[in-house]
């Protein structure tokens, strides 16, 4: 009898807590989402979807989501390449890629502004090249541009990491008779990693990619330290509705939105990238 | 006739040779891409208040204290460390010991309920956590839990515990069970056979996961600002003070933020793949 219940005694800790913390609060804000003051209506997402603010931010988000996760992904399959491959010095090339996994994204966010920054060193080094007489304003409010720009490169150089072990481990797994078969017969080292490597690593890919485009949804803080205000995105307007505008319903609204979009892509991927059982290695 | 057969084989070591030196470059290519922007950064915190908003600027560090110091003695700086290092241990408490014996039971039973609890972990991971802040804080504000350490480290651990389950998952499905059988017949209980002969050796793994439910919430934003007003973290801390603070505090608290996070990359790097690759499969 001891025995049976073990298991349950040692899960039971955890499982308590997802549902206090993760699967009530989900309710809660789901709940929160579809009424106001007690009463169902869908006035908080037309509040939402009404503003001004809200076709800009979503087009910022998802297009900084298209650009950045497949830039991401075709740095972290090289980089998992490179690793993967190198004889000597292979644990210091891990490290130096992984640091960015470490670092808070509001962290990278002031790494990028001491490099876009008016008197930062991209100015700097534009001046000493003689590109520039000036230094040029990268963030102000008139070069939303730029400002994406350097959003873009901080996010891609913040999370490219996460795709990399992900991809390091997944090639790992990859018996290596298969790359000396695909040798014998002639492949190309190309040949190999597009004909080998690629199709057996999809379970991790699939992974990395769902995990990265959930990511991608929730930027955040690398936006508020270079962009402020000028280049809105979904999670800061989240916050804006729950501060400066004091709306929770709302903000509970926008926080639906974006889970909504998340599992939506998961789903998407989940079935785009899936693995047969029999195919599994 | 040996002419002959040499050409290709040195053609093939040419080839090799090259196809070594294409490797070794791009991994410091992309060694310097992850380090140089870290590198700019330290030089903006060693340098003095003047030298940061100064233009153009020096590639090298004056190493200069002005900046920390100013940052250190800026007031509420000190407050929000204490906080973020009190929030980050709260966490890493309540995540190993919530986490722990879970990944135990995974590994170590078959029961039914398995599949169900593995599923709400994973689901963890499809959904923007940080989000789920929103509704806590009206519940934190009725359980008089609102803008507590503990209270955002309950939030925190909703982020570090799926990590912590799967990670302890990975490292005592690593240990042999025979080990504990083992013990079990020289006449020790369950929990004796554990603590001696299990946890010595999944101890390093607990360290390292418990380092790194530590890094996430040290480096957590969004959560924390919306929990946080009094005793805000110092990533709530500098996000909220983005849009006032001078240039040389902004640097100066990203590296704050940025070099204990190298320290805990470094001290769980063997564990990197338990926790990423593994953890997602």
Known sequence: MHGKALPYLLLMPATLFLCIFFLYPFALVAFEAVTRDGAFTLDNFRTMAGSWKFPVTVRNTVLLAAIVVPIQLTMALLMASVVSRLETGRGAA??????????????????????????????????SLGVIDRPVMFLGYQSKLTIFIAVALAE????????????VAGMGLIPKEYYEAAEVFGASPWQRFVRVTLPLL???LQTAIILRVILAFEVFAVVAALGGT??????????????????????AASALLILAISIAFTLFFLRVLRVPKEARI | MSAVAETPVAAVADARKAGDWLLIATAILLGVWV????????????????????FPKRFFPS????????????????????NSVLVATLTMILAICFGAPAGYALSRFDFPGKGSFRFLVLMTRAFPLPLLALPLAVMFIRTGLDDTAIGLALVHTTLALPFAVLITFSLFSGIPVELEEAAWTLGCTRWQAFRKVILPLALPGIAASAVFAFTISWNEVF???????????????LLQSLGESPLYLKFAGGAALVV?????????RKYLFAMWGIAYR
């Open chain 2, 35 to 54: 380090l140089l922007p870290i590198y700019l950064l330290i030089v903006n915190a060693l340098s003095s208040p003047d030298q940061v908003t100064a």
């Open chain 1, 94 to 127: 891990l490290y130096v890629f992984a640091i960015p996994l470490g670092i808070s994204d509001l962290a990278a966010g002031l790494i990028w502004l001491a490099i876009f920054d008016q008197s930062g060193f991209l100015n700097t080094l534009l001046s």
């Open chain 2, 223 to 237: 959560a924390a600002a919306v929990l946080t007003i009094e005793n805000r973290t110092l990533t709530a801390f």
């Open chain 1, 202 to 204: 999809r379970p991790s």
């Open chain 1, 230 to 251: 000028n280049l809105p995105v979904l999670m800061g307007e989240t916050y804006n509705w729950q501060f400066t505008l004091q709306d929770r319903n709302v903000a």
């Open chain 2, 63 to 82: 190493f200069d204290l002005g900046s920390l110091s100013f940052f250190i003695n800026f007031a509420g700086v000190a407050r929000a460390l204490w």
């Open chain 2, 260 to 268: 204990p996070a190298l320290i805990f990359i470094f001290a769980v």
């Open chain 1, 156 to 167: 891609i150089w913040r999370a490219t990491a996460i795709m990399m072990v992900i991809l």
